[in-house]
């Protein structure tokens, strides 16, 4: 629980200067908002000007757990190929994985698209409530509340970790981020304006990225300096306040790249369900936290001079993953259940990062080919 003296902090705050913390933070949004690819500019509502909801919503699916910079090729890319939901829900699951290939977190890919194939079956409309949101596949609290805050200018509570970061600074709250979150909506919800709720979702969001940053935030230039409890204690870098993190567990195995003769990557498609569910992958072993001899040729699934190509790490939200590398020349068809990937094929298949690691610690630039058209 927050001190006594930091809630009360807190509401006084909230209850005085919630307007004045808004239309400050707006004026700012209006003359220093980020461009981005899904937004329309600052105040278009009120000229009758909408957000594309369907690019909103792939925006803020692509934006869970990823950067913006590592966004907007993808979501250029998508839009491009597939402008409308009709057009995404029409597309092939398959397609859709390749586009979304080195994206991460391949689950928000499959549920991006079964929202697409519902919101498409009930007519092409993405509804404008944060609870009829909530019902589509992979929206979950958070891209609810920014959909209809964005897209349809709800006074929906939109709450990131930039806003995290930025109300726990404003308000210096003492508890540890993780327990700290009920407190921070409530306060958020208080700030909320009547008007241009959408565009101080956004607002928010572009101070804790680009003023309010993690380190060494830039406090000289932050519309709400004046209202901001951390600047006072000297030290605002200390907000969020997080309890100590454990280490994420280790995994190991081996990963086995299969060439054939003409450049083509043995290939397989990895289980619908599940971690990379759906992508596709070289044959591996499991991947455990054990050291018992999984991580030698030994365990390929066929016979070959498999060679050992060196060693690559990956870090996944719950672990990090250590694979030895093996690569060997061979003449033989695809055993049952994977399939010869041609050279120039290779960059367009549903291929996660840790994937194209391991092809290019065994074959350099394979992944990177383009494809022949
Ligand atoms: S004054 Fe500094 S710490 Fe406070 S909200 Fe602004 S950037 Fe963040």
């Not at 939109?158 to 700290?180: H, Q």
Request: net charge positive.
């Amino acid at each position: 629980m927050a001190p006594l003296n930091q809630t009360r902090k807190a509401s006084q705050q909230a209850a005085s200067g919630d307007t004045d913390i808004a239309s400050r933070l707006l004026a700012w949004y209006d003359a220093h908002h980020r461009d981005l690819p899904w937004r329309v500019a600052p105040g278009a509502f009120a000229r009758g000007v909408r957000a594309d909801p369907y690019r909103v919503w792939m925006s803020e699916v692509m934006l869970q757990q990823t950067t913006v910079e590592a966004v907007k090729a993808y979501f250029r890319n998508f839009v491009e190929k597939w402008p409308t939901v009709e057009a995404l829900a029409a597309a092939a699951a398959e397609d859709v994985m390749k586009a979304w290939a080195g994206l991460g977190y391949y689950s928000r890919a499959r549920n991006l698209k079964a929202c697409a194939d519902l919101v498409a079956l009930r007519g092409g409309r993405f509804p404008d409530t944060e609870a009829g949101l909530r019902e589509l596949p992979g929206i979950g609290a958070y891209t609810a509340a920014a959909i209809a805050a964005i897209a349809f200018d709800q006074p929906a509570a939109v709450v990131d970790g930039n806003v995290e970061r930025v109300m726990t600074r404003l308000y210096s709250i003492e508890t540890p981020l993780s327990e700290a979150k009920p407190q921070i909506r409530a306060l958020v919800e208080k700030l909320v304006p009547r008007t241009r709720p959408g565009d101080f979702a956004q607002a928010m969001m572009d101070l804790g990225a680009t003023i309010c940053t993690p380190k060494r935030p830039r406090c000289m230039l932050c519309p709400v300096r004046e209202d901001c409890s951390a600047i006072l204690t000297g030290d605002p870098e200390r907000f969020p306040v997080r309890l100590p993190k454990d280490d994420k567990p280790l995994r190991k195995g081996a990963a086995f790249v299969a060439e054939r003769a003409d450049g083509a990557i043995l290939l397989r498609k990895r289980p619908e369900k599940g971690l990379l569910g759906g992508m596709t992958e070289v044959p591996t072993t499991g991947w455990t936290a054990r050291i018992d001899g999984a991580t030698t040729a030994e365990a390929a699934p066929f016979a070959a001079d498999w060679r050992r190509a060196g060693q690559i790490g990956h870090v996944f939200t719950h672990f990090s993953l250590e694979l030895e590398i093996f690569h060997a020349h061979i003449k033989r068809d695809a055993p049952a259940g994977h399939f010869w990937s041609v050279a120039h094929e290779i960059s367009g298949e549903a291929l996660p990062t840790v994937m194209k690691k391991v092809i290019e610690a065994a074959i350099p630039g394979a992944t990177k080919k383009q494809p022949t058209r």
